[in-house]
């Protein structure tokens, strides 16, 4: 096994794990075979419980893992399935540590960060990379070299590098070099600040990938790899790009996956780059032929992190269809205060109401989707967004004033959304909703049907909450199509109505299973109903 580790330096947000994605990407282009691990030094033992303000969203992994969303990232660009192995956080390292220290498992020794805490981590990213049958393992170390919280990961990290050996493990650090607008020139000391912190815990970087505005000038280059002790031909620069798909392309023009595979020996097993599918998709997000937009009403809209993976179907989607899709985050709560949804929403191709929890913003996202359905806008539904189409059509077609969901209003006299039966004496909120893959049974002649062109499709979960079951009959009989149900027969997954342009909603996140390569199906949908709308109102 061989460990590439993406460390960062001089401040978060540089873009770490877009260049582990990217290194992976490189790598699997030339046949080697590619998993992923990420640590987040936190507390808590994943990001479940996070509020996405803070955190961003939370992806959901095929096991039911809740993850940072920089999980997501890898499984796009690297086009696998992870699981809940693959996030390593402080929580679960203590627990794990903690819990064989009261089984006795020490056997009474006194139990301390090293060894017993860097073991634990060694053992762990050890075994996510082990059993995944992969010929490389990119770690991605949370976090920014001088972090409290990031030391005992570091320090398990280097200890990794002489259990396997320097030849299996490349460190690769990404800095910042910034340009003071007085003198107009890029400074290399905080990356030579960085490189130092990071030297002084024992770990020598074999790579310095350089974030900054424009491309690095070479006789910056020449000074850091001097200063930093670092092979010239391993100074990268990374300058801002067009889009974040492009990185693999500024990444291969400068020979760091060849780079890397001369340092750990992969010679024999690398196969000549093949990019032309990747190339080609590329070049769809940045020459679109076509644009539309798109409103997406949540209560998350002022940080885009909180629906990245939305945002990435979106591209996804767009570039299978040479098209950009333009998306406006729109606020469901000044639907609440009387904006008029059809004075808000008129100008927009398609509306998405996304996942999301609480009562906060309900009542206008069911207004928007009320919009939606009568003004014959294309209507696309992801988990509580498909939960609250079938509150809209419970009232505004059957009748049903005081429809609801029990989540929103636990007094419903009619509860048409309401939580799983096993759902009700659950007292702890970490990982205990109904997380991760399951199969979905479509049925034939559908909206659905047609767009996965399947019998049976798998899609990611994460509710607490589910269709009432007494409600189906009369929603049903009212025009309402569940066009995909659970394996069990009971747990509705998909509605559409048959007579709307395109109006469906999942119980699922289809965002989470999207790739550059292949677009959700749901979302493919929604965007070519876009174009529809689009070219009829031109």
Request: with cysteine; aromatic share 6%; proline share 6%.
């Amino acid at each position: 096994m061989k460990y590439i580790v993406v460390t960062g330096g001089v401040l978060s947000g540089l873009g770490k794990g877009i260049t582990a994605s990217s290194i992976g990407r490189l790598l699997k282009a030339r046949g080697l075979k590619v998993t992923a691990v990420k640590i987040d030094p936190y507390v808590n033992c994943d990001a479940g419980t996070m509020n996405p303000f803070e955190h961003g969203e939370v992806f959901v992994l095929d096991d039911g893992g809740e993850a940072d969303l920089d999980l997501g990232n890898y499984e796009r660009f690297l086009d696998v399935e992870l699981g809940r192995d693959n996030n390593i956080t402080t929580g679960k390292v203590y627990r794990a540590v903690i819990e064989k220290e009261r089984r006795g498992e020490y056997l009474g020794k006194t139990v301390q960060i090293v060894p017993h805490v860097t073991t634990e981590i060694r053992d762990r990213i050890k075994r996510a990379a082990n059993s995944s049958g992969a010929d490389v393992c990119l770690i991605e170390a949370g976090g920014t070299v001088g972090d409290i919280e990031s030391m005992p990961f570091l320090e398990a990290l280097r200890q990794l590098r002489r259990e396997v050996g320097e030849a299996n493990v490349a460190f690769v650090h990404c800095t910042l070099v910034p340009v003071m607008g007085t003198v107009g020139e890029q400074k290399t000391k905080p990356t030579q600040h960085s490189v130092s912190a990071l030297r002084a815990i024992g770990i020598d970087p074999d790579m310095l990938v350089c974030r900054s505005e424009e491309p690095l000038d070479p006789k910056v280059k020449e000074k850091l790899a001097l200063f930093c002790d670092v092979d010239p031909g391993a100074v990268i620069s990374a300058p801002d790009a067009r889009t974040i798909y492009e990185v693999p392309q500024l990444l291969e023009a400068q020979g760091v996956a060849d780079w890397l595979i001369e340092r750990l020996g992969l010679q024999q097993r690398a196969k000549p780059a093949d990019l032309q599918a990747w190339t080609r998709y590329t070049e769809r997000i940045l020459n679109p032929r076509h644009t539309v937009h798109v409103a997406v009403v949540g209560k998350y809209t002022q940080l885009a992190d909180a629906y990245l993976s939305i945002s990435e179907a979106f591209r996804h989607a767009g570039a299978e269809l040479w098209t950009r899709v333009e998306v406006t985050w729109v606020d469901a709560e000044q639907f609440e205060r009387g904006a008029k949804p059809a004075d808000v929403l008129g100008k927009y191709h398609a509306i998405l109401v996304p996942g999301g929890f609480g009562s906060r913003g309900a009542e206008g996202k069911i207004k928007a989707i009320q919009h939606a359905r009568e003004a014959k806008v294309p209507y696309l539904g992801i988990c509580f967004g498909f939960q609250l189409a079938v509150c809209e059509y419970a009232r505004h077609v059957l009748g049903i004033g005081k429809a609801n969901s029990t989540e929103i209003d636990p007094g419903t006299p009619d509860p048409v959304i309401d939580i799983l039966p096993e759902q009700r004496s659950v007292q702890e909120k970490g990982g205990t909703m109904r997380l991760g893959g399951s199969p979905i049974l479509v049925k034939e002649g559908t909206l659905a049907h047609r767009l996965y062109g399947e019998a049976v499709i798998r899609e990611r979960h994460r509710h607490r909450y589910e269709v009432n079951p007494e409600y189906i009959p009369r929603l049903e009989k009212a025009g309402l199509v569940f066009s995909g149900k659970h394996t069990n027969g009971v747990l509705m997954e998909i509605a559409e109505l048959p007579e709307h342009p395109y109006f469906i909603g999942g119980q699922f996140h289809p965002e989470f299973k999207s790739r550059p390569e292949r677009p959700a199906p749901l979302f493919l949908g929604l965007v070519e109903a876009a174009l529809k709308r689009q070219t009829k109102a031109a």
